[in-house]
């Protein structure tokens, strides 16, 4: 079983700055890929950042150069640091975690219960 706790949401002014952290827990390793993806109201839920093991990343075109996404393997974390935050921004954030195949089991997704970012004067 994987467990993902994400914490750090929050109401925000345009303009400000969040760090998001969701901590892992369960069967899993440093190498699996972790990212966040959003959700607003009425709208899907778009990939915002992702990171390999590795430590390479991946941004949406609409936060590359706003948000930064890292991890701390040794505490089996992954971080988003969101700055310059625009009322765009505002959506549930969820973290999510890519067990890959393997010779007995499919890909599987796990996901957090998410954390609410709202951006608003």
């Known amino acids: 079983q994987v467990q993902l706790v994400e914490s750090g949401g929050g109401l925000v002014q345009p303009g400000g700055s969040l760090r998001l952290s969701c901590a892992a827990s369960?069967?899993?390793?440093?190498?699996?890929?972790m990212g966040w993806y959003r959700q607003a109201p009425g709208k899907q839920r778009d990939m915002v950042a992702t990171?390999?093991?590795?430590?390479?990343?991946n941004y949406a075109n609409s936060v590359k150069g706003r948000f930064t996404i890292s991890r701390d393997n040794a505490k089996n974390t992954v971080y988003l640091q969101m700055n310059s935050l625009k009322p765009e921004d505002t959506a549930v954030y969820y973290c999510?975690?890519?067990?890959?195949?393997?010779?007995?089991?499919?890909?599987?997704?796990?996901w957090g219960q998410g954390t609410q970012v709202t951006v608003s004067s």
């Open positions: 999510n975690l890519v067990k890959p195949p393997t010779i007995v089991s499919r890909q599987y997704d796990y």
């Open positions: 369960g069967s899993i390793s440093s190498t699996y890929r």
């Open positions: 990171i390999t093991g590795g430590g390479t990343t």
